[in-house]
T-cell receptor, first 113, second 112 residues
């Protein structure tokens, strides 16, 4: 079974802090994704990576950056956290080719105070 | 731009009843996925539909895909409380390099 592990289930940070959310997958998937999920707004793609060191902006990249130095790890960085970034963050991975679904981590509920 | 619309967005039903959730999408595609999300949890894959006329069934849930109509349905038969969750459909475009466009989700509540 594919395992996508997010480093924290719950995280509380302060406004202005630099925040790192980590995601690791164990199935050698090329594609990895970061989403945020807010009530009434569905799933919104923040960033997408299709290979090591390769990234592409999603629908809402402002205020975020990502890092993919190794194939199994995809990090989301909040450069200077703000209260409007309080949300549920979901990481997912997928084989290139798109014939399989995305595999999601358990999510990180991030609160910015 | 690919748009994916689900309806209804909220569904409250009695145990034992049948109902259908609809997923319409705006651009030709033959790759559609259904996911389930329990409250406070993440998404898990339910069905993968990869061709016109594809039908998949698991327990009381059955999903189908009509690529000509750009429509997928998720049919619930004799609902039970354990099916209460939010259901998302997601559509791929070949040109989108592995990204999916998700619908807004249908929150299903099954009451005794």
């Amino acid at each position: 079974d594919v395992k996508v592990t997010q480093s924290s289930r719950y995280l509380v940070k302060r406004t202005g802090e630099k925040v790192f959310l980590e995601c690791v997958q164990d199935m050698d998937h090329e594609n990895m994704f970061w989403y945020r999920q807010d009530p009434g707004l569905g799933l919104r793609l923040i960033y997408f990576s299709y290979d090591v060191k390769m990234k592409e902006k999603g629908d809402i990249p402002e205020g975020y950056s990502v890092s993919r130095e190794k194939k199994e790890r995809f990090s989301l960085i909040l450069e200077s956290a703000s209260t409007n970034q309080t949300s549920m963050y979901l990481c997912a991975s997928r084989l290139r080719g798109g014939l399989e679904p995305q595999h999601f981590g358990d999510g990180t509920r991030l609160s910015i105070l | 731009e690919l748009k994916v619309e689900q309806n209804p967005l909220f569904l409250s039903m009695q145990e034992g009843k049948n109902y259908t959730i609809y997923c319409n999408y705006s651009t030709t595609s033959d790759r559609l996925y259904w996911y389930r999300q329990d409250p406070g949890k993440s998404l898990e894959s339910l069905f993968v539909l990869l061709s016109n006329g594809a039908v998949k069934q698991e327990g009381r849930l059955m999903a189908s895909l009509d690529t000509k109509a750009r429509l997928s349905t998720l049919h619930i038969t004799a609902a039970v409380h354990d099916l209460s969750a939010t259901y998302f459909c997601a559509v791929d475009l070949f040109t989108n390099a592995g990204k999916s466009t998700f619908g807004d989700g249908t929150t299903l509540t099954v009451k005794p």
